[in-house]
T-cell receptor
């Protein structure tokens, strides 16, 4: 079984709709992250959480919100989806091994906003 | 935000050839990570580097953490068709646990 899972893998929605992307991990990591990926722009950080009670904005948090329901679960919501939020979304978890930060990614959710 | 300069943007090579790509920055990083992403999938960690000057191998892949801490390179030896994909570098600065990503190198291997 995959260590980091994301649901759904693909989603088509309409402008103005609220949607939620979910992430679960079995790695036992405290830190979790949400990124979006656009062609030519690489990966950009939306939100991150260092533990259940800690939520932080990333570089592109406008239009998004998150919920850390448990150590293993971190959800991303688009309150009112717009077409320029069409992108590939990745969840990641990290483990500070004592040597340094290492992040592990889920398989991604491909979102299309019409 | 802070960006890493990753080059080349794309490479077209013949099977069996060696490949080299690198990331540079004007800032110092204390961790360098190299990922590979296949179409429709998430990035998969290839190599992690934690010390300046560190040279680490993973099969046919070798990566180095630059002595200045501002750069890193990844080499792939004897490329094969399944090496095709996008390779990303990522760095961590100071005590900040957030990753800064390069824009990726698209590798195409012709059989």
């Amino acid at each position: 079984d995959a260590d980091v899972t994301q649901t759904p893998r693909n989603r088509i929605t309409k402008t103005g709709k609220r949607i939620m992307l979910e992430c679960s991990q079995t790695k036992g990591h405290d830190r979790m992250y949400w990124y979006r990926q656009d062609p030519g722009l690489g990966l950009r950080l939306i939100y991150y959480s260092f533990d259940v009670k800690d939520i932080n904005k990333g570089e592109i948090s406008d239009g998004y919100s998150v919920s850390r329901q448990a150590q293993a679960k971190f959800s991303l919501s688009l309150e009112s989806a717009i077409p320029n939020q069409t992108a590939l979304y990745f969840c990641a978890t990290s483990d500070t091994t004592g040597l340094g930060e290492t992040q592990y990614f889920g398989p991604g959710t491909r979102l299309l906003v019409l | 935000g802070q960006q890493l300069n990753q080059s080349p943007q794309s490479m077209f090579i013949q099977e069996g050839e060696d490949v080299s790509m690198n990331c540079t920055s004007s800032s110092i990083f204390n961790t360098w990570l190299w990922y590979k992403q296949d179409p429709g999938e998430g990035p998969v960690l290839l190599i992690a580097l934690y010390k300046a000057g560190e040279l680490t191998s993973n099969g046919r892949l070798t990566a180095q953490f630059g002595i200045t801490r501002k750069d890193s390179f990844l080499n792939i030896s004897a490329s094969i068709p399944s090496d095709v994909g996008i390779y990303f570098c990522a760095g961590v600065r100071g005590s900040n646990y957030k990753l800064t990503f390069g824009k990726g190198t698209l590798l195409t291997v012709n059989p």
